[in-house]
């Protein structure tokens, strides 16, 4: 059977409050950026003992996200997996956003944007044998191809849509590859240099793309009227336990591959010092031990734990401890001292970094966060991104839309019974 997709037509109250409420905070984002844009960086809590920021970590955050989802789309168009053809033009739609989000994060680090060209100038202002130059044409490459796959899904062209799904499942496992390199190629970050990173951010990546797109599907199909194919939840919910726990693998082979090697105090730090518990609560509590005990254990002592509120917690879990694992990443690892400059020595290079958390960037963060939401529920409303109502649904949301009408129609019409029965002063015949 033919599956046909709309756009939603935007006319809801409920459509309309979201959207009026991430335009806000998207406004109050622009707000601080034009603050710290006139400013400066010094409002940030940076500092050049901790270099990066927020706009970092939700550059690394969205570009996981964005490669996530487009490697599930490929399932469909790539792989012939018919049963997760509902959700494969949102996941490429959402691939889009999340990129251009992390593109707008890439663009306010750079602290003037309006020099954003540069990183374009490859082989003439870039050194091409940096990571940096590299991943600037992944991230532009991987941006362009993410719109034209878009085009080519809607257009309907199957042959297209598969050859160029090809080129999007490759692209998109070398950008985020090509990002866990910036970190784990650079050898003046103990905590940071290690040849597993690059695998470890390409199954975070689709990790947290599976979370995310199960998150995403079910607000999406529960708030847009339709009806959520459990069996659909439950494949993704079970792709999603195989990624935790290869990635989990991961994990545990970066951290003991760093404490078997000489020089381990920076990620002994990170693991026992003051930040440690954003480590074990946040990234292995949310990422791997709740997740896997919602999905995986507690189902095998109550059947009630197999339902789609339980995935969906769990998923949502997921997705906010891997926003925390980039959070640790960039900005607690940057804290220890590195080794050219080791605690004994005095002064700000000799003591572990602090980052303030500053209203103005924090401002910022929230708004990229609501553009990529905007972005995201206007890119329903103009593109046939969702799977079209049945006869069923329509009527389920007819009948909702009115049901003072139908209960006064039930009310008005006498029933078979009551028209049937003799009057009530009637005798009974002898």
Known sequence: MELNFVSVEGNSKNYKIAVGILAGLFLLGLICYGISYYKGHYLFGSSNVIPWGMPIVLTIYFIGLSAGSLILSTLVYVFGQEKYK???????????????????????????PENFWRLFMFFYLNNMTSMFAINGILYSGYFIISIAYLGIILS??????????????????????????????????EAWFSPIKPLEFLTAAVTSGVALLIV?????????????????VMSLSRLLIG????????????????????????????LTGQYAWIFWVLQIGLVVALPLTILLILPRFNKKF???KWIFIASLSVVVG???????????????????YPGHIEGVYGAVGKFAITPVEMGISL??????????????????????????????????????????AVKQEPSASTADAPPSDSKPSQ
């Open 86 to 112: 509902p959700i494969g033009r949102m996941a490429v739609m959402l691939a889009i956003v999340l990129i251009f989000g992390a593109l707008i994060g890439i663009a306010i680090d750079l602290g003037r």
């Open 156 to 189: 309907g062209n199957k042959l297209w849509m598969k050859r160029w799904g090809y080129i999007a499942i490759g692209w998109a496992s070398l950008v985020h590859m090509g990002t866990g390199a910036i970190f784990g190629f650079m050898e003046a970050r």
């Open 216 to 232: 995403v599907l079910i607000l999406t199909m529960k708030f847009s009227g339709r009806d959520l194919r459990k069996e659909m």
């Open 243 to 270: 990624f935790i726990c290869i990635l989990a693998l991961l994990i545990f082979l970066d951290k003991m591959t760093h404490l078997y090697a000489p020089e381990r105090a920076a990620v002994m730090y990170s």
């Open 306 to 308: 197999r339902t789609i």
């Open 322 to 340: 891997v926003f925390f694992e980039r959070y640790f990443l960039v900005i607690p690892q940057a804290a220890f001292p590195q080794q050219y």
């Open 367 to 408: 708004g990229i966060f609501t553009m990529v939401g905007l972005l995201f529920l206007l890119g329903l409303k103009f593109l046939k991104a969702l799977p079209e109502k049945t006869a069923e649904e329509v009527a389920a949301a007819a009948a909702k839309a009115a049901p003072p009408k139908i209960e006064e």
